[in-house]
Nanobody, 115 residues
Framework: QVQLVESGGGLVQAGGSLRLSCAASGFKFSINTMRWYRQAPGKQRDLVAS???????NYLESVKGRFTISRDNSKNTVYLQMNSLKPEDTAVYYC?????????WGKGTLVTVSS
């Protein structure tokens, strides 16, 4: 059974940092691309960052230079280090894995950035 469990969200002031974690189980983590999405109230869910099995990384333009995605295959965990946070980063952050033929999502973790 595939499970993705996010943690690390919370309330932080603008300019602060948070580190999100997503613990994965039930599939071959090391061979799958992992992604972080976010969804602000009333808005669509956007892809924030992705990291492939080979370490190729992509970011949403607005988070480049501030966010860093990484993975630890020994722990089946993907991370999102978020620095210099802005109020517009406020959203529920979701972990995603596309196991061939089926996308899987965690329940999300709320990040609130106060001005």
């Amino acid at each position: 059974q595939v499970q993705l469990v996010e943690s690390g969200g919370g309330l932080v002031q603008a300019g602060g940092s948070l580190r999100l974690s997503c613990a994965a189980s039930g599939f071959k983590f090391s061979i799958n691309t992992m992604r972080w999405y976010r969804q602000a109230p009333g808005k669509q869910r956007d892809l924030v960052a992705s990291i492939s099995s080979g370490g190729s990384i992509n970011y949403l333009e607005s988070v480049k230079g501030r966010f860093t995605i990484s993975r630890d295959n020994s722990k089946n965990t993907v991370y999102l280090q978020m620095n210099s946070l802005k109020p517009e980063d406020t959203a529920v952050y979701y972990c995603n894995a596309d196991i061939p033929g089926m996308p899987y999502w965690g329940k999300g973790t709320l990040v609130t950035v106060s001005s």
